[in-house]
Each structure stands twice: as C-alpha cells, then as structure tokens.
C-alpha cells in the first residue's frame, strides 16, 4: 500500500523513484503499518486522465477488493492530481476507513482536520481545471482562426508546425487520387491493404501505421531531451507496428487540413443533439463564411478534398463505385501477377501483366468461380461477409454507434453538472469519437459491399454466385480471396490449377 510514481515531468523528476520509496517506507514505520505492497509508476503526469497508470488501478482494484487500508504516498500530487480520483480517497477515509498519509505532509486522511483539508483542496483543483480548459480552447480557436497548426498530433504529411513531410505527402497524394480514380477507384479497405503491404497498389507504398511513427518520435524526442539534459531515461515499450485500419484511411481523406483549410473543435458543442461533429463542420469560417486558411501548405487541392468528400457522403455512389466502369472479365483489375503483384489487365482472351503473365482467361475464371462458390456453401465465409442492412451486425453497428453517442452525451450531462472535468469529457469524447469513426467506417464499407446481399441472402449462395452479376462476383471474390496467377509453365499445355493462387482474406 505504498504508491509511487516516477515522474518524467522536467520540474519534479528531481526526486529518485528510491527515495521515493525510502521515505515513504519509513513513514509506514512510524505509523506501525505493514507494507503489504509498493504500487509502482511512471507516467508523465497525474493530471492527464489520458495517460495510463496501470499500477494505480490495480491498486484501487486491491483496495476494492480489501487487500489493504491505509495508503502512503511521497505527496499528493503524485498519488493523483485529479479531483475525481481524491474524492474517492477522501470518500473511503471519511466512511470506510481508509487511512492516507504522504511524507510530505500534504494529505493527511487519518484525521479531521486532514480531511477538511483535501476537501478543500478537491474544490480548487475543480475550478482550476475547468479554468485552465477553457483557456486551452479559447487558445485553440485562436490560434485557427490566425491559421496556424493546431496542437496535438500530428496527421500524416505534416510536422507539428506544419512544414509538409514529403514522404508521407506523396502517400497523402496518392491515397486521395486512388480513391478518386474515375477508372477502377480503390476503396478504403483496399488502400488500408496496400499501406499495410498485404496487397500491392502501383503508386502506394506500405508504410508503419502513421500512430506507430508518432509514437516512435515521441519517445526518441524524450530521450533525447533527457541525454541533452544528462538525465537518465527509462524507456517506454511501444506498442508494435499493425496494421492500417479503413477508417484511419477514411480519417485521412476526411481531414480538411490537407486541402489547407484552418479546422477547430470547440470543447463543449451542443448543436445536434450532440451528435458526432463531421469533419467539415470543424472547418472555421470567417465572418462571410469562406474556410480560413491554414498557413500550412495544401497537399491536396480544394477539388480533389471536396470530390473525395462527395463520394464519401453519397452512400449510392460508394456503393457503385468499385464495379461501375463495364468489364468483360471477371479479374482484370482484381487477379494478381504472381510475378511482381500488380493486378493484371485484360487482354484479348485473358490476363496479362507485360513481360510477366500472358494467361488465356476462360479456365482460370471457371476454376475461381467454382472455388468461390464451394467457399460460400460454407457457414463461416457468410457469416463474415453478411451485409444486408437489416442483418443482426448491421442492427448491432447501428446499436453500437448510438450507445457511444448516448455515453459522450452523459458525459457532457455529467461536465455541465460538474461531476466529471473537461479532461474526462475529453476521454471519454475522444474515445467515443474515434469508436464511431470505427464502425462507421465499417458500415460504409459494408455500404460499398452491398452488392453481395442479393448473394448471401438466399438460400444457396453457391448458386446466386454463379448467376450474379459480373460485378457482384468481382465483390464477392475481392471481400473473400487474393487471386494471383502465375505464369504458365514452360512447354505445358492445357490448365494446370497449381498456376492459380487463392489466399483466403482473414481481415
Ligand atoms: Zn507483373
């Protein structure tokens, strides 16, 4: 029941995490308790509700669970700094008997006195937060409406200040111009591939997910402050590199900053119920209501932004694009060179990747199709790939997105009332924010895949395959396999069904 914290803020990070422990050992002593645990860690601050500090939960876990009852920290500030956190301390010193002592004498729960104290100190520390929020958002319209970066991390392509990150520009470039192909555009899943590198895009080079980068820089930036500074540095474990998600791709081509334009969230909206803001609706606006200009520049201009903005709002549109441009072969544009992993082209009576593969096309459209429909007879392929609207995981998408609109609506209930600060609205908002941008990026790519209701719904899929359009069967085989053709062996004659690969999509 001692609790520390390492602390890596500049102005505290003076006092060794052994001494910490040291004094806070002796201070058990004297009040002849046993320390039965020492709770250890290290985090940035105890004011970001953000940040996780798995012992301190583990520790309120154990206190739940009885495993102790008094508690010894160094000082307040580094046992908590938030006013919902100290209250509980408070609440179970006043009526369950939890005794709370810090070496620095700060907090003292075991009296009184002591009690009235943090009381009061709850309230100040309320009212400094609600204070120090809405300053950081005043600053932060501000600084839109002037035009520069916002704060926070980084999107792909920019550098906190703004600067473009060529690299990453020339993939921001091609994301929005694959998508917007007027022959055979790309959708989010498959871009989400390419980055990813389990498919090939000509022009799309795989890349580690743009949170994992930041990640990465943030931690070597600490480091290097702390060698400049000659402290040591207890390195954070990153989470690997996974990958691309559809809608961090659908955040990309949502996010106006890349048409240069100034965005801004207020703290607190109310307008529509509440209701998630759209990215447009974060575009400030002057007096006569022309987007303010970011003094970043543009990676992409105004009309590609606002095209790419269409086709995602017109559900009809997205649902058509991937099979809209007349095709007379079932894969060109979908089967793989076994070669360089490019999609084939049709030719004449086949595929052909120049200077790779040169197939004839009937037998390996006729081998796909039966390996398909034998696939679909199975229970697990529709499970996966069930789409109609009114289909239980459409229900539950739907259920699931009011649920987290519902949460950041009592969230905001709770702010105004008072019982939660602007930082857990913050969380919670941010977490519910980014949890519907999930599953609406899985409903949009259902939308985009709604061509194979009229398949799986029926009674034999295996048969409506087979009948279906040729563009709900190139749907049908994109959402379930990777075609690659090899190249025909030498000097063999006839189809040899070795020369087709078919790797079953797990994601
Ligand atoms: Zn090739």
Request: glycine share 8%; with cysteine; net charge positive.
């Amino acid at each position: 029941m001692i609790y520390l914290r390492i602390s890596l803020d500049r102005e505290m990070d003076g006092l060794a995490i052994e001494r910490q422990r040291e004094d806070c050992e002796r201070l058990a002593e004297r009040e002849g308790w046993t320390v039965v645990e020492t709770y250890v860690d290290q985090s940035k601050s105890a004011t970001d509700a953000t940040k996780s500090r798995p012992d301190y939960d583990r520790m309120v876990a154990d206190y739940q669970a009885g495993a102790f009852d008094a508690i010894v920290c160094w000082d307040l500030d580094r046992l908590t700094r938030q006013p919902r956190q100290m209250e509980d301390w408070v609440d179970a010193a006043r009526f369950r008997g939890l005794q709370l002592k810090s070496v620095s004498g700060d907090v003292d729960l075991t009296n009184e006195n002591g009690l009235l104290i943090a009381g009061i100190k709850i309230q100040v520390a309320r009212a400094e937060v609600v204070r120090k929020s809405k300053r950081q958002s005043r600053a932060q319209e501000q600084r839109a409406m002037m035009g520069r970066a916002p704060k926070g991390m980084r999107p792909l392509g920019y550098a906190t200040n703004g600067d473009v990150i060529e690299d990453e520009a020339v993939a921001v470039r091609a994301i929005f111009a694959l998508f917007t192909r007027p022959d055979h555009p790309e959708s989010l899943r498959s871009l989400a591939r390419a980055l990813s590198g389990t498919d090939t895009i000509e022009g799309l080079a795989p890349m580690p997910k743009h949170t994992h980068t930041v990640s990465v820089e943030r931690e070597t930036a600490r480091r290097l402050r702390a060698e400049e500074e000659n402290k040591t540095y207890q390195t954070h474990e990153l989470k690997p590199d996974g990958p691309w998600s559809p809608s961090t791709v659908l955040g990309i081509l949502r996010n106006p900053r890349y048409a240069g334009m100034s965005t801004y969230t207020p703290k607190t909206y109310q307008e529509n119920g509440n209701r998630r803001r759209s990215w447009r609706a974060q575009i400030l606006r002057d007096d006569v209501g022309e987007p303010v200009r970011g003094q970043w520049a543009p990676i992409v201009d105004d009309e590609t932004w606002w095209r790419v903005q269409e086709i995602l709002d017109d559900t009809e549109r997205v649902t058509n694009t991937s099979g809209s441009t007349r095709r007379k072969h079932l894969g060109s544009g979908l089967y793989r060179c076994g070669v360089c992993g490019r999609k084939v082209t049709g030719a004449p009576r086949g595929y052909r990747c120049a200077g790779h593969v040169m197939r004839t096309g009937s037998h390996i459209d006729e081998f796909v199709t039966e390996v398909i429909a034998a696939r679909l007879s199975r229970r697990d392929a529709l499970a996966r790939v069930s789409t109609a609207e009114d289909t239980p995981h459409a229900r539950a998408i739907s259920e699931a997105i009011s649920r987290e609109r519902a949460r950041m609506m009592r969230a905001q209930r709770d702010y105004d009332a008072e019982v939660i600060e602007g930082r857990d609205l913050k969380r919670i908002r941010d977490a519910g924010e980014s949890r519907i941008d999930e599953l609406e990026a899985e409903r949009l790519l259902r939308g985009r895949a709604g061509g194979l209701a009229p398949v799986l719904g029926t009674a034999d899929p295996a048969a409506a395959f087979r009948q279906a359009s040729l563009t709900t069967r190139r749907e049908v085989i994109d959402t379930l396999a990777k075609i690659t053709l090899l190249p025909q062996a030498r000097g063999r004659r006839g189809f040899d069904p070795h020369s087709v690969v078919i790797e079953w999509r797990t994601n």
